[in-house]
């Protein structure tokens, strides 16, 4: 099936600072979904986007479609030590959802 | 309060033996999903069900099986023919025809010594 990979694998951030992670794919997206998975946890969906160019913001989270839909990233703002976890993103095709291997974030305090 | 509950949470089982992970839903959604997680891996899909009675195999479905016999229930039996069952299993819930949030049990995680 189609895969969307996504960078870096791993994030290791300090308190206070801004990163982003990115999910890109070689064919166009349906539609691109995004979860978080605590350490020890299960994913919990953040957020859906469907149309080309679309930007999403939850507070200091900001989500964006490519204009070609072939990626998408999530720029976080003022990472806090609650922002530790797995971000992953995930295709939704034909009722499926394929997930990339996920950015696993460490906050440094 | 409405969701999925998977059990069991921890399962140690010996090579060779098969073993069925539970999965109930109370959301009345159609869809359900399995997915397996390894270390350092996203999730990867093992069988979905759209519907009672009908299910389908996903990208790693050697070595499992699954039934969908009620809408509520869509439990996993790991086969002695999984090659490497070790690893944290997770089920999923979704509405069939609105191809929204996947929502998520707390996963079971299973060990063959």
């Known amino acids: 099936g189609q895969q969307v990979m996504q960078i870096p694998q791993y994030q290791h951030v300090q308190e206070g600072e801004d990163f982003t992670t990115y999910c890109n794919s070689s064919?166009?997206?349906?539609?691109i979904q995004w979860y978080k998975q605590r350490p020890g946890g299960h994913p919990v969906f953040l957020i859906q986007?469907?149309?080309?160019?679309e930007v999403k913001k939850q507070k200091r989270l900001t989500f964006q479609f490519g204009e070609a839909k072939k990626n998408s990233s999530l720029h976080i703002t003022a990472t806090q030590t609650t922002d530790v976890g797995t971000y992953f993103c995930?295709?939704?095709?034909?009722?499926?959802?394929?997930f990339g291997a996920g950015t696993t974030v460490t906050v440094r305090a | 309060d409405g969701g999925i509950t998977q059990s069991p949470k921890y399962l140690f089982r010996k090579e060779g033996q098969n073993v069925t992970l539970s999965c109930e839903q109370n959301?009345?959604?159609?869809?359900m999903y399995w997915y397996r997680q390894d270390p350092g891996q996203g999730l990867r899909l093992i069988y979905y069900s759209q519907i009672v009675n009908d299910f389908q195999k996903g990208d790693i479905a050697e070595g499992y099986s699954v039934s969908r016999e009620k809408k509520e229930s869509f439990p996993l039996t790991v086969t002695s023919a999984q090659k490497n069952p070790t690893a944290f299993y997770l089920c999923a819930s979704n509405q069939r025809r609105y191809t929204g949030e996947l929502f998520f049990g707390e996963g079971s995680r299973l060990t063959v010594l």
């Open positions: 995930a295709d939704l095709n034909d009722y499926k959802l394929s």
């Open positions: 064919t166009t997206l349906s539609n």
């Open positions: 986007l469907v149309k080309s160019g």
């Open positions: 959301l009345n959604h159609d869809a």
